[in-house]
């Protein structure tokens, strides 16, 4: 009778734990408006690496755009395409559309069916890892490597990852500008 008594005190407390997260799903939102205007030295002060900067003479209404990686531990950094525009409802209005375009298991990710064709190539990736019997070799094909996005502020920020957990990969990022 303790054992029932303990074992049900502690699945209630399980259960409360794990709905009181205010974190959990609020802050995993794909559009949240910030007043802030953030720029690249937000990004640099979180440890963020760029590979390089992108040209956006093409990308209607962006300021700048960044393909670099970060992560909590420099082991687990994951790849970010980062656009900033001069306000959150630019980066909505003109960069939500090719953000989705490009992000998820649908991605648009050949340079010539691409909108924006800068930085094509660094939003594929390859994987695969089927094996074709005994001589071991594998197919592998081309993926997009960028499972979702957000727009936080100015910012449109593509996450690699599977769409499932990419989003999380993305708030991990905004939790460290913030």
């Not at 399980?14 to 559009?31: P, Q, W, Y």
């Not at 081309?142 to 936080?152: D, E, L, Q, S, V």
Request: aromatic content about 10%; some cysteine; proline content about 1%.
């Amino acid at each position: 009778m303790k054992t029932i008594f303990f074992l049900s005190i502690m699945v209630s407390a399980l259960i409360l734990a794990c709905g009181s997260s205010e974190n959990s799903k609020s802050s995993l939102e794909i559009i949240t408006p910030s007043d802030r205007i953030y720029t690249y030295e937000d990004l640099k002060a979180t440890g963020f690496k760029k590979n390089r900067q992108y040209d956006v003479s093409e990308l209607n209404g962006a300021k700048e755009a960044w393909f670099g990686f970060w992560g909590i531990k420099r082991s687990e950094s994951k790849d970010y395409e980062i656009r900033f525009y001069s306000s959150h409802e630019d980066a909505v209005s003109l960069g939500e559309t090719l953000a989705i375009e490009v992000t998820g298991n649908d991605a648009v990710i050949a340079k010539d069916e691409t909108t924006w064709k800068e930085g094509s190539k660094d939003r594929r990736q390859v994987g695969g890892g089927v094996d074709k019997g005994s001589l071991g070799l594998q197919a592998t094909g081309i993926f997009p490597k960028y499972g979702n996005y957000i727009i936080y502020g100015n910012m449109v920020i593509l996450c690699e990852g599977q769409e499932e957990i990419a989003l999380q990969t993305c708030w991990d990022l905004i939790n460290a500008i913030e």
